[in-house]
């Protein structure tokens, strides 16, 4: 069974410039999450949808970053413009569901680098 | 740019050797905990998980123990490999939440 794709796997941009992240789940996994990983650190959660609504999204910087998940399969994290603090590891994740026990599966990251 | 100056605590294990890896908690509400491995380039993997009503739970070569008196989660991996060096993460969700919050990493290093 495949796991969650992610692509592309790096991506260098001038600050300023936009940039797309799009992740596609483990098959039959409702809940689909976005996270930010800095260097050295724990993945931080961005935002997380439950189908294509998305349910949380209080931790997403929404100035520059959008996210949509338009048929409640596929997703795209957008960034417009990036800052140099963007540069990070966004990490897509998809479980059954969000409850306790809803494994969440990770995908292998972008390597964001904003020069 | 990226954060630089972070020190991810490390352990060094002899191969062979069983390996403690051990993450405090801060949230008293937590009512499950999950371990994560990530290699160098990869997402994290999930590896082990337990509830709050547990204490102990084993899995294949690698045990978790919860204590929540003390707000401390430990994973345990007997006779350490070379494919076992990477990142460790804890990961806690607290009781009616759907946000699972990180840990700082652990970084397991196995000496041939």
């Known amino acids: 069974e495949a796991g969650v794709v992610q692509s592309p796997r790096y991506k260098i941009i001038e600050k300023k410039q936009p940039v797309a992240f799009w992740c596609n789940p483990i098959s039959g996994h409702n809940t689909l999450y976005w996270y930010r990983q800095n260097l050295g650190q724990g993945p931080e959660l961005l935002i997380r949808y439950e189908n294509e609504e998305a349910v949380d999204d209080s931790q997403l910087p929404k100035d520059r970053f959008s996210a949509e998940r338009l048929k409640g399969v596929d997703s795209t994290l957008k960034i417009q413009p990036a800052e140099l603090g963007d540069s990070a590891v966004y990490l897509c994740a998809s479980s059954l569901g969000a409850l306790a026990g809803d494994t969440q599966y990770f995908g292998p990251g972008t390597r964001l680098t904003v020069l | 740019g990226e954060s630089v100056g972070l020190h991810l605590p490390t352990l060094s294990v002899q191969e062979g050797d069983n390996s403690i890896i051990n993450c405090a908690y801060s949230n008293s509400a937590s009512d499950y905990f999950i371990w994560y491995k990530q290699e160098s380039g990869k997402g994290p993997q999930f590896i082990i998980d337990i509830r709050s009503n547990m204490d102990k739970r084993q899995g294949q070569r690698v045990t978790v123990l919860l204590n929540k008196t003390v707000k401390h989660l430990s994973l345990q991996i007997a006779a350490t490999q070379p494919g076992d060096s990477a990142v460790y993460f804890c990961?806690?969700?607290?009781?009616?939440?759907?946000?699972?919050?990180f840990g700082k990493g652990t970084k397991l290093s196995v000496i041939p």
């Open positions: 990961a806690e969700k607290g009781a009616g939440s759907y946000q699972l919050t």
